[in-house]
């Protein structure tokens, strides 16, 4: 049963990296950039803060280094943007982006996906 259960929580994560990888790739080719490995292409935070800057439309700080205390700061920049727009993050923390965790990475850009797509959707409702 355990095993089952397992299996199924894998295909569905291996589907969500895929849906949210070609959705991530969708709004980065507008700057010339791309996501093969959701995974590991979001961990320097650089497609991260391009993704965020292409849905609002501002520009955002960033560091150019390729340490890590760089990877962290720009994955900070990126959360701190999202909570100063009172987006909630459980328990992510730029350490989880920054090592890849696939729960982690993939609450996030469904968290991204969830304000950004449906405040568009309800822009479009009450204006329509």
């Given at each position: ?9 894998d295909?569905?994560?291996?589907i ?17 950039r ?7 292409d ?6 991260l ?11 955002l ?9 760089h ?33 982690l990475?993939?609450?996030?850009i469904?968290t ?12 479009l409702?009450?204006?329509?």
């Open positions: 049963m355990w095993k089952s259960l397992f299996k199924f929580t295909e569905r994560d291996a969500q990296k895929k849906t949210f990888t070609k959705w991530l790739n969708k709004h980065l080719k507008k700057v010339n791309h996501v093969d490995d959701l995974f590991d979001l961990r320097d935070g650089h497609n803060i391009s993704l965020l800057e292409v849905l609002s439309g501002e520009l700080p960033r560091e150019r280094g390729r340490m890590r205390f990877q962290l700061q720009n994955v900070q920049v990126a959360l701190d943007f999202l909570k100063n727009r009172n987006i909630r993050l459980v328990n992510i923390r730029p350490e989880d982006i920054v090592d890849g965790n696939p729960k990475t993939l609450g996030l469904w991204i996906i969830l304000h950004f797509q449906c405040s568009n959707c309800w822009t409702c009450s204006t329509g």
